[in-house]
C-alpha cells in the first residue's frame, strides 16, 4: 500500500520564489499527513502557460536553478525523505531563441523527482499538444524516455498532460514496463463538461498501462484559462477512487492498493520510448496515522461549475495583477448585472464599484434595477449621468444615427476610464459571447475594459447563471443578488429610443445554438441550413460574424469556458473575403 | 533551355474566384510572352495565411474545387499547354475539425500542376514552420513524397516555402534525383533586410540540389503580414540570374539553360521522403519571340524598403477591407505626421482626412506644423478643439493628474471615432513600437484605430523614414511633404503643460537598441547591463515593458517590419509576475 498525496494547487506565472515555497508548504501537509509521495501540477513552479517566456534564457535559468533550490528547501525543512514530483521549465542543450526557432529547440516540459535534498530523475513531456489554446510545437522539444520510480516498492511511472490525452507512448510503455501506478501532472485548461471527458480518458489510459492512474491538476486563473483541479486516482480496473472538488486548492491524500514491482522489470521494446528506471525507497512500514480513504467530491451541475470558473478567473485576475477593486458599468441590464454578482462573489462587495450612467433613452426600470442590485449585494454605488458630455460633443459635432448611439456609449467608456485611472479600479467590461460573435458592442465603448467575465458565455447562458445563482441564494436562505425584473425583461441597448436588441439580432434562442455551430463548430452555412436554421438568418448572422473579427481582435481578455473561445483558441483573419454561400 | 515565368502577385485571403481569375490572366500574360512554364506563390488560390479557415470544411472543399476550375477555365481559354503551378488548399482524407485536434490532421498545404485542363500532380509541403508568426503544425499534415515533373525535357522539382528554409528533405532528395530545376513556391513575409537572408539561402540549396533554384514569393498585404515578393531565379553555381522588384506584382519571365533530364533518371533511397515522377513534356522547339534575359532589379536601401512596406501595408489593407478613406488625428508631432505621409503615399491626398484637436495644452508649433503638413500633402485637413468636450467632463467629475491627461486623449479617440462612424473612414493609430513596448500611450486614448503604420518601427526609425521620404522627394523635384520642424523638435505628448517624452522616458536612441535587445532579443537584465546599459535605466525600461502588455494586448494590428512584431510574433501572458534580477 501506498499512501499518495496529490497537491491541486495554484501558482502564478512568473512568481518562481512564491511557487517555490508554495511546494515546501504543501509538501509539508503532505508529509503531515503520513503520504509517502506528494505530485504537483505541469511547470508548477514556473505558473502555466508562460508562452515565449519559453525563450528568455534568464527565464529557463530561473527554473533550472529553483529546482535545484528547492530539492534543497525541502531537506533543510525535514522534508528529504518525501518523494516529491513537479513540473518545471528545463533546457536541454543551448536554449533556445526565437530567431534560430525550429533550428536548436533546447527547452523542456519537465518533471523533476525529488529526494533528499537532490533532484534524483528528470522526465520531459513526450507528446507535446500544439491545437486549441496550446502551442507547444512552438516551444518544446519532446522526451523520448519514460521515466518509471521505484517508490515504497512500488514502480511508478511520470507522465505530464498531453501524454494522457494522446494514445500510444508513454502509457503503452508504461504497462510494457509493468508499473504498478501512473503519475499524469497537468495543466489542463477548463471546459464546461470537461470532467465528463477526463474520466473515461484516465480510464482508457489505466486500462492501457494495466495500472492505477493518478492525475493531478492545477486550480486557478491565469489570462483567459481557468484550471479547475478536478484531481482524481483511478485504479487499474478503472474504478475511481478518489476525486477532488473543483476549483479550489485540496491536498488529497489516499491509501492505495498498489502491486510491489518485481525484482527483475519487464524490459520493453519500443520504437518510440527508452525506459530509465530509478530506484528511490523499497517497501516500508504501513503509513503512520488513521488511514486515508477514498472521497469522491459531487458532481457540479452545469450552471455552477460556470459560475466557479468565472469566479476563480476574475478572482485570480485582479489578485495576481495586483488590483484591489474593480469597477462596472451597471445598466440595469442582465449582463452588466451578472458581472458585478460573479465580482461581488470572487472579491466581496466592498471592492466592487458600479456606475449608473443614465441618458436621456435609459428607461425607469433600468435606473431602479441598478439600484436594485447595489442595494441586494451591497457594493459601491455611483451615478454620473453622462447627458451633459454627450451635448458638448453634439454641439460642437454634425453627427447622427449610428455615430449618436455609439458616443453615448463610449462616453461612459471615457467615464469609467477616468474612474480608473483616478481610484486604480481594474474596468471590467461585461459583452457576452453572442454580442461578441456578432459586434453587437460599440468598440471602444462598451468593449471598454481591462477583463470581461462574460466573454466566452453566451447571452442564453447568461440568464441561466442569474436564475441559478439567485435560485442558490435563495436554498441558502439569502437574498437572491439579482432583481428579478432584469431577468425578466427584454434587453435592450437603450441608445436610442424604444430599442431593442431584436430590432438587429434574431431572438437569442434562435441566434446562440447557430453560433454555436458556426463559431465552435465550423459549420457551412449549408451544413446550418440542413440542421434547420432560417437561410436567411443564417446569412444575416454569418456575415456579422465574419465582418466582427476587427472588434473582437481589441476585446479585452476572458475566461475560456467552452469548446472554443474567441481569442487564441480561434484565430481567424480580419482580412478575410470567404463568405459562406 | 526553358522560358520560365514566375507571377509575382497579390491574392487576397478567402477571395478563391478573384485569386483564381488572376491566375488565368497572369497565365496568359505568361503564355503570350512565350513561356513553357509558370509558377504561382503559396496557397495562391486561398491567400495566405488562411488561419483557422482551414478548420473550416466548407473552405477547404472550395479550395479543392477551385483548383479544379482554374485547370478547366485555363484550357478553356487556351492555356491548357502551358504547365501551371500553383498554391491551395487541400485535403488528404476526411477535413480536420478543431475538435479532434491533433487526432485526424487531413488538410494539406499543397501545390498542383495543371496541364491540359486537368491536375496532372499534387505535392504537399514537407516542412512545416512553427515559429514566428507561424503555427503550420496546427493546421497542415506534412508531405512525405517530392514531385519531380519533366517539363519540356527538364526535371523540376516542385516544393513550398519552408521546403527551403530547413536542410534535408526536399532539397537533398531532389539532388539525388538528378533534377535541373527546383521550384520553391512562397509566402513568406518581409523583414528588414530578410533579403540579405534569402539569397544566401536559395545559393545554398542550390548547392544541396546541384540544380537551378526559382523562387516565387507573393506581394501584397494581409493583416500584420507584407509580401515582399523578391523573387529570383539562382543558377546551379549560385549566380544570381534574375531578381525581381519588391513589394509590386511582377511578371518575372528568364531563358535558363538547364540540363535534360536522364533517360533513366537516378534512384533515390531517402527515409525522409518517397519520390514521385511525372511526364508533362519533352523538349520541344526553342521558345518563340525575343529572347528573355535576366534582369536583377536593384537593392533598396533600408528606409525605402521599410516605407514601401508600411506604404503597402496600408494600401492593401484599406482596399481588401473595402475602406475607401482614412482618418488621421494630427498633432504636428513626427509620428502622425510620417503615418499621414504614409496614407497619401498609399491611397493618394484625396482619400486621407487629418483633424487637428488641439487643446490648451498645444504648442502654437503644433497647431502650425500640422495645418503646414496638410498644406504639403494635399489632404483634407480639418480642425476639432477639445475643450469644450474636455471641460464637460472636468465640470462633471473630480479627476486630477493622469486622469485629466488621459481624459484629453480620449476625448480626441471620441472625436475620431465619431467622424470614422458618420463618415466611413477608418481610422489610423500611429503609436510607434518604442511606445508601445513602453506603454506610452493612452488605452481608448491615441491607441484607438483600426490599423497602425507604425506599429513595429521604433521612434528613431520613424525619424529616419522621414529624413529619407524629404530627401526622395526632393530628388525628385517634388515638395517634401514633412515640415522639417517635425522632424527636429522635441517629441511631447503635449497632454500637460510643457510636457516632454523625455520626463519619464530615457532618449529614444538610448530607449530603442535597449527595446531591440530586451523584445527582439529576448535579452536578460544581466545581458543587457553587460551589453553597457545604465543599470537604473534598465531596471526601469524593463519594468515598464513587462507591465504594458495588456495595453498591446487591445491594440490595432500594424505591419510587422522587424524580426519580432508585437502580435502573434511574441506572445506573453498579461498575467506574469517574473521579473528580471
New interface residues.
Partial sequence: MLRLALAQVDP?????A?NVAMVVQWSRRAADAGAQLVAFPELMLTGY?????V?????VA?SRAAVQQLAADLAAGGLGELPVIVGYLDADGPAR???D??RTRGPRNALALLHRGRVVARYFKHHL????VF?E??YFVPGDTLLVARIGGVDVALTICEDMW?AGGPFTVAGQAGVGLVININGSPYELNKDDVRLPLVRRRAAEAGAAVAYVNMVG???ELVFDGDSMVVGADGQVLSRAPQFVEHLMVLDVDLPAGADQPPAVDSHEMAVSRVHVSDAGAAPAGPPAPGVVAPRLRAEEEVWRALVLGLR??VR??GFKSVVIALSGGIDSTVVAAIAVDALGASSVVGVSMPSQHSSEHSKRDAADLARRTGLDFRT??IQ??V???L??????G??VE??QA??R???L???S??EGHLVLTTGNKSELAVGYST??GDS?G?FNPLKDVPKTMVWQLARWRNAAARQRGEQPPIPESTISKAPSAELRPGQLDTDTLPEYEVLDPLLAEYVD??A????LIRAGHDPAVVDKVLRMVDLAE?KR?????GPKIS??AFG?D???????????S
Fill in positions: 502564478t506565472v512568473g512568481d518562481i512564491g502557460p508562460v508562452e515565449d517566456l525563450f528568455r534564457e534568464s527565464f530561473a531563441t526565437s530567431a526557432a525550429t499538444p500544439n491545437y486549441g502551442d510545437d512552438r494522446q486563473g491565469q489570462d485570480d485576475y495576481k495583477n454620473e449621468p451633459p458630455m451635448d458638448a460633443f454641439a460642437n459635432m454634425s453627427l447622427s449610428l455615430a455609439n458616443l463610449r462616453v467608456g471615457v467615464i476610464m477616468a474612474l485611472n483616478q468598440l471602444y471598454v481591462g463548430g465550423d457551412s452555412r449549408e451544413g476587427y481582435r481589441q476585446s479585452a481578455p469548446i472554443k487564441r480561434r484565430r481567424l483573419p480580419i482580412t478575410n473575403r470567404f463568405r459562406e
